[in-house]
């Protein structure tokens, strides 16, 4: 056991969300990219689509100190899990498909100890790959979700060829090669990108209509990139029922207006409903489904705390 050497106490708390901020790293750089008549504009249905929501949970279970003669520090264990789903249009109907799902059990900790740490529950073993990290474990959390996100995008890609695939969140400079047809969704605006003169666009549109694209230019060159936005109206709701979407701006200008109408035409009915999601309407049904999908495969997280906790009382200090 490699906390053998260790005084091990535990410490409850509640988990807050650390957010990311790449927003602020953007600017306005262009709003008239689809000319300078600035209305809501109406998604149009396509032909055929093929279309991937990659979307991941996390389930903190434990957060711990370490100390011995030698070292010290805290970590937090931590179940992590993405998975996509396949939507299909096929005709006037659409077919959805549970295509690819990634899980891992971590403990992340700024202590030096490598390896993994074994727990038992009810005759099942389960293994807790150790991350060493120099920032606060808690902090990089997000980072382990996003890559295994990561891994699910170029798995269902390479598998599937969806025309784009829809991935929950704001686009990482890190996770990001041109090849993958990645649309950011972001359904928290800590920043709103519109002018100030032009922000009644915001009140105006209505459910299925969104913005004109407009052009981001990244304030930081080495850790972020240009991108087009838009907005989508996707429920009656006033402006919190907008979604931001998001796409690298070295995709063909008129391939990014094809995404964002279809776009504003799908998302309107694929939105959850408020009596079966509390996050409605921005948790879409295909994204719901992911979270209960892999929520279920990760377990229950109570059971899983009570294993980690018998575990690692043998150490407690």
Avoid: C
């Avoid at 992911?290 to 906790?309: C, F, N, Q, V």
């Amino acid at each position: 056991m490699v906390l053998e050497s260790y005084n091990i106490s535990f410490h409850r708390w509640e988990y807050q969300r650390h957010e990311d901020f790449l927003e602020e790293s953007l600017e306005i750089a262009d709003i008239d990219i689809e000319g300078d008549l600035w209305s809501p504009l109406y998604g149009s249905e396509p032909s055929q689509l093929k279309v991937s929501f990659v979307d991941g949970v996390q389930r903190i279970h434990q957060f711990v100190y370490l100390s011995s003669d030698k070292d010290r520090g805290e970590g937090i264990f931590v179940s992590i899990g993405a998975g996509a789903v396949i939507l299909i249009k096929e005709g006037n109907y659409f077919r959805s498909q549970y295509a690819v799902s990634e899980k891992e059990r971590l403990f992340i900790t700024n202590a030096n100890i490598k390896g993994s740490i074994e727990v038992e529950w009810a005759g099942y073993r389960m293994s807790f790959s150790i991350v060493n990290s120099s920032k606060e474990p808690m902090n990089h959390v997000l980072n382990e979700l996003k890559r295994l996100e990561y891994i699910v995008v170029k798995r269902v890609y390479k598998d599937f060829s969806p025309d784009f695939i829809i991935w929950d969140g704001t686009l990482k400079y890190n996770l990001r090669e041109s090849y993958l047809p990645t649309v950011g969704a972001v359904k928290r605006h800590m920043k709103y990108f519109i002018p100030q003169e032009r922000a009644d666009i915001l009140r105006e549109m209505k459910v299925g209509q969104r913005t004109p694209l407009i052009l981001l230019k990244s304030l930081d060159t080495e850790r972020a990139f240009d991108r087009y936005t838009w907005y989508v109206k996707i429920d009656e709701g006033g402006i919190a029922s907008t979604i931001r979407f998001e796409v690298p701006a070295d995709i063909d200008k008129d391939k990014v207006i094809d995404i964002a109408n279809t776009t504003a035409w799908l998302y309107p009915m694929i939105t959850s409903m408020e009596f079966t999601d509390k996050r409605s309407p921005h948790n879409i049904a295909p994204l719901r489904y992911i979270e209960k999908t892999l929520s279920r495969e990760l377990g229950d997280p109570l059971l899983l705390r009570r294993a980690i906790e018998i575990e690692l009382s043998k150490f407690k200090g």
